[in-house]
């Protein structure tokens, strides 16, 4: 989500045949579905870096149209992952880890050793490069001084959207998540498979729902885990993502508290809360640590604010273009946890807040920098887990302003800066400079999302969703399970991503939806750690 969290690979030579596809995607905007052909995709050998080695993962380039309004103009290639199912097959499973951005070549080959084995054995595992990122036609968006990228972190957005059209013309406005669909359904046709099941987490929950929506008639199972709200695409979704990352950083300092004889950061969760908040500062964190409710008293300001939020502060919102430019260039930056000086302990308290597995490592992590303020080595580590390639966050930028329904609200920019200024809760803040607009700018949407339905599903879909999720919360589960007429699973606890966490309750009820559609509990407790 707002937390998505090279590409000099070698791009496979071209495997597919692929006339058919061509002539019956063109046919899909009036059918509404590519028909299956008989397949005539190769699989070989994935790009270098790609995948894990010994998966026995194999891989393919699809050719699909750049824009499916278009379907005899230009064209982008996709790579295609598959690892085939070990024993007697029941279909082929598709998946997409979230994003969006996130890298889908590898999710199956990662998670071999997480998931239960009847789900290898049972169903071919196929993955989809999401167009625009490295491996599927990756978005190129140059200076045009020698070469360099520009970065989605700072710079003008109106000169990022204007680099991306000068290096690959219209590509950039196809970067959405119905074109994205309408890949995965050209991949299905080109696979020849009348229908498929989908896994999907985080992102690619939206991203199942909307295929759904558009070929219902080529879903047989979909299990979606960890919701976007359909409701608030996408604005909202991030400004509630940073309500549901307070409350389970709430959870987390409580869990070390509890654990206090083993990490020593305090008995209570005010007093671990206490330590964070003395670390996060003396790594530069500035109003980073700032947690609580405004202070009382004038005299209890921060010294310092970063630029340009301490000229607002002063002098207010003066609605000139210079002073929205500045602000626009520092929101992505302060919405990330960054700032000018890296803050490590931010970062892996971000990973930390959305993957209970972690707690043991970050809270070891922190008692290290408690004791050695220098030794961070740990909390980098923990931050970099979730690193992606660069071509993520362009891919992030473009779908979220591309296809963003929810209508800004600048005035929100001001109640921002006030609650920055006044020492105020950080997440309240970027709750509401996410609400105003300003990550986009002048980025306007290109499209409308999808309306979501479950109408002509033949299977009612499972949706699977923690009660505390600190990325897309909770209200998204039974959100989206309404739109799509699923069946809602609410798990206990916070985990982003519940399925494969050996889980036994979670993991048996995705299990028997796939093989018989049933889905027999509506709750299961959150999976054990350690």
């Not at 894990?52 to 699909?64: F, I």
């Not at 982008?76 to 085939?84: E, G, M, N, P």
């Not at 964070?276 to 604010?305: E, H």
């Not at 999720?469 to 206990?492: C, F, H, M, R, W």
Request: aromatic share 6%; net charge negative.
């Amino acid at each position: 989500m707002m937390r998505t969290f090279g590409r000099g690979s070698p791009r496979l030579s071209r495997t597919i045949g692929a006339l058919a596809v061509t002539g019956a995607l063109g046919a899909s905007l009036i059918t509404g579905s590519a028909a299956a052909a008989p397949s005539e995709v190769a699989f070989g050998a994935c790009p270098d870096g790609a995948v894990s080695a010994d998966r026995d993962v194999r891989c393919a380039v699809v050719s699909v149209p750049m824009d499916y309004t278009r379907p005899d103009g230009p064209r982008i290639d996709l790579t295609v992952s598959r690892i085939a199912a070990t024993g007697e097959r029941r279909g082929a499973i598709f998946a997409n880890p979230g994003g969006p951005g996130a890298d889908a070549l590898d999710y199956w080959a990662r998670r071999t050793d997480a998931l239960p084995a009847e789900l290898g054995a049972e169903f071919d595992r196929i993955a989809v490069q999401p167009r625009g990122l490295r491996w599927a036609t990756p978005l190129s968006c140059a200076t045009g001084a020698e070469g360099d990228e520009v970065s989605l972190g700072g710079g003008d957005r109106d000169a990022i959207k204007k680099a991306c059209d000068a290096a690959q013309p219209g590509y950039l406005d196809t970067i959405t998540t119905e074109n994205t669909a309408r890949d995965m359904d050209a991949v299905r046709a080109a696979l020849g498979l009348e229908r498929i099941d989908f896994l999907g987490t985080s992102y690619g929950t939206y991203l199942g729902a909307v295929y759904a929506s558009l070929f219902p008639e080529r879903v047989d199972r979909m299990v979606l885990d960890s919701n976007v709200h359909p409701g608030w695409v996408w604005n909202e979704e991030f400004a509630q993502q940073q309500v549901a990352g307070k409350r389970r950083l709430d959870d987390l300092f409580a869990w070390i508290a509890d654990h206090n004889a083993e990490y020593h950061l305090g008995d209570t969760a005010l007093q671990v809360y206490r330590n964070w908040v003395r670390l996060v500062s003396d790594q530069g964190g500035g109003w980073y640590a700032n947690l609580t409710p405004p202070p009382a008293k004038v005299s209890d300001l921060p010294g310092q604010l970063p630029e340009p939020l301490a000229e607002i502060a002063r002098d207010g919102v003066n609605g000139t273009v210079e002073q929205a430019g500045k602000v626009q260039n520092l929101v992505r930056t302060l919405l990330s946890g960054g700032g000018s000086a890296r803050v490590p302990l931010v970062g892996a308290t971000a990973v930390a807040t959305y993957t209970r597995s972690y707690w043991p490592t970050f809270a070891k992590a922190m008692a290290e920098a408690n004791t050695d303020p220098a030794n961070v080595a740990r909390l980098l580590a923990i931050e970099g887990a979730t690193a992606g390639d660069p071509t993520g966050r362009f891919v992030f930028s473009a779908i979220t302003c591309n296809e963003n329904a929810v209508q800004p609200r600048p005035e929100l920019l001001a109640s921002a800066v006030a609650t920055i200024a006044s020492g105020g809760n950080a997440m309240d803040a970027r709750a509401d400079l996410v609400r105003s607009g300003m990550s986009c700018g002048s980025w306007r949407p290109v499209t409308e999302p999808v309306p979501i339905s479950g109408a002509g599903l033949r299977t009612r879909p499972l949706l699977l969703q923690s009660r505390y999720d600190a990325l897309t919360k909770y209200e998204g589960g039974p959100a989206l399970a309404q739109a799509v007429n699923g069946s809602l699973i609410t798990v206990d606890g916070g985990d982003h991503g519940t399925f494969g966490r050996a889980n036994p309750a979670v993991d048996n009820a995705v299990l028997t939806y796939l093989r018989t559609g049933e889905v027999t509990i509506d709750r299961a407790d959150q999976a054990p750690l350690g």
